[in-house]
């Protein structure tokens, strides 16, 4: 079954510290990968993503990824951490090839990081 | 920037009670969705929406549920008869033809009493 997790459902790092989310995948093939971010009172909103190429990509407020195939994971890094990234993270991913549906991208979500920053 | 919007923030209703959630996607976007987060629980999909009809819809999305795009601005999730179960936040995307990622609004956090 296709499936997406995340261990560490809340992490607490000190204002200015590294920091690493994971995500774990379970599918068929190589799907679409993403992070997610949800603000308090705020909407989901894309950090990065992942396609295919280089398998380290930048998004955005200075978070990267990588992918790894070997170990399916998609894991978030960060390597100074704001007080203003305090928020909720999720991982999901969206099937490689369209559906019937003509390019309809369904996405399946982890259960999310709660990450706070002590200042 | 374009931005996917969604109201009400908050509803509360009563159950047995019909709900409309309201979303305006983005304008040049043609594929719509909602997904629903229970509290403590993933982020689900519900429903996709293309060239006027439902495209894909999951187990949770039953004869309760309905969506329309009234206008050709607005997307609409209809929920007739609410239960407990449906307190959730609701959350609406879009995304245009040519992108794999969809865009999210805010969502609008469903509380039935």
């Known amino acids: 079954a296709q499936s997406v997790t995340q261990p560490d459902i809340h992490i607490t790092v000190s204002e200015g510290a590294s920091l690493e989310l994971r995500c774990n995948y379970s599918y068929g093939a190589t799907p679409y990968l993403f992070w997610y971010v949800q603000s308090p009172g705020q909407g989901l909103q894309l950090l990065l993503k992942?396609?295919?190429?280089d398998t380290l990509v930048q998004g955005i407020k200075g978070f990267e990824a990588e992918f790894k195939r070997s170990q399916s994971s998609f894991n978030l890094r960060k390597p100074s951490v704001h007080w203003s990234d305090a928020a909720e993270y999720f991982c999901?991913?969206?099937?490689?090839?369209?559906?019937?549906?003509?390019?309809?991208?369904?996405?399946?979500w982890g259960l999310g990081t709660s990450l706070a920053v002590n200042p | 920037e374009p931005e996917v919007t969604q109201t009400p923030s908050h509803q509360v209703t009563q159950m047995g009670q019909e709900v409309i959630l309201r979303c305006v996607p983005i304008?040049?976007?043609?594929?719509f969705y909602w997904y629903r987060q229970i509290l403590g629980q993933k982020v689900e999909f519900l429903v996709s929406f293309y060239n006027n009809e439902i495209s894909e819809k999951s187990e949770i999305f039953d004869d309760q549920f309905s969506v329309e795009r009234p206008d050709g601005s607005n997307f609409t999730l209809k929920i007739r008869s609410t239960k407990l179960e449906d307190s959730a936040m609701y959350f609406c995307?879009?995304?245009?033809?040519?992108?794999?990622?969809?865009?999210f609004g805010q969502g609008t956090r469903l509380t039935v009493v």
């Open positions: 304008s040049n976007h043609l594929y």
């Open positions: 995307a879009s995304k245009s033809a040519g992108q794999i990622e969809a865009f």
């Open positions: 999901a991913v969206a099937p490689p090839v369209v559906s019937d549906a003509g390019n309809n991208r369904k996405l399946i």
């Open positions: 992942y396609f295919s190429g």
